[in-house]
């Protein structure tokens, strides 16, 4: 079968002027062009065009993509089941907000407030979602299951005064690694003890079984993983790094 740039446009859900733009990098060549100048796409086209409307999905650039897309030794089926289960994820935490809102909304019919331990909640249940969806895959790797499944079932039984002690630890690990790198200190002097020890007491309340070799574990990891050097180093850089080292000399 074959198809008119207009019919493959509508069917895709992109522009014409997108896919001649594709067909003059060389990402995607009509399978033929007409006389009259018009371009046409057959089945090998169309596939194509799935992988880079895929590929687009999950933020890789153009230039990216025409690399992934001539690389044979791609395995592109493991990159599906990762797309599969981001979309789940982002589906589970749709499922949780319009539930949220729901509620709201027939507490409004009410006249009534939704209670605050229900926004809590709901919101304790949106937290632990989103984590499964940005790091449970290299969690349940690298813990296991039965180690993050119980972290998650801590953190929505979490009280109300655990998550303020949680978000507090959370808040002066960071100003504590802002403030001691830009004084350039040193994550084995006593700045770095205290950090650690925040740092320890903040895992815990995560609900991690904790032993000192995950520690250390997540310290590599806060140097390896852009991730969490994105998250740690957004006002100062170095935070991260300076986390790392002062939990591979304290933590034994």
Known sequence: MEYSIQTLAKLSGVTTRTLRWYDQI????????????????????????????????????LSQVKTYLEDSSLDRLALLRTHLVDLEGEREKLERLIQSVQENIRAEERKDAMSDEKKFEAFKAQMVDENERKYGKESREKYGDEAVDHSQKAMKNMSREDYERWTDLERAILEGLEQAV????????????????????????????????????????????????????????????FLGDAIRFWVK
């Not at 350039?184 to 002097?189: A, Y």
Request: a neutral charge; glycine letters at 12%.
């Open 26 to 61: 060389g990402l995607l060549k009509p399978s033929r062009v007409a006389d009259s100048g018009y371009r046409y796409y057959g089945p090998a086209e169309v596939d194509r065009l799935q992988h880079i409307l895929f590929f687009r999905e999950l933020g890789v650039e």
């Open 182 to 241: 830009q004084a350039g200190l040193s994550p084995e002097g006593p700045e770095g003890e205290t950090i650690v020890s925040r740092h320890k007491e903040w895992l815990i309340l995560s609900g991690l079984k904790y032993q000192p070799q995950i520690h250390r574990g997540l310290g590599q990891m806060y140097n390896m993983d852009e991730r969490f050097t994105a998250y740690y180093d957004r006002n100062v850089p170095g935070c991260a790094r």
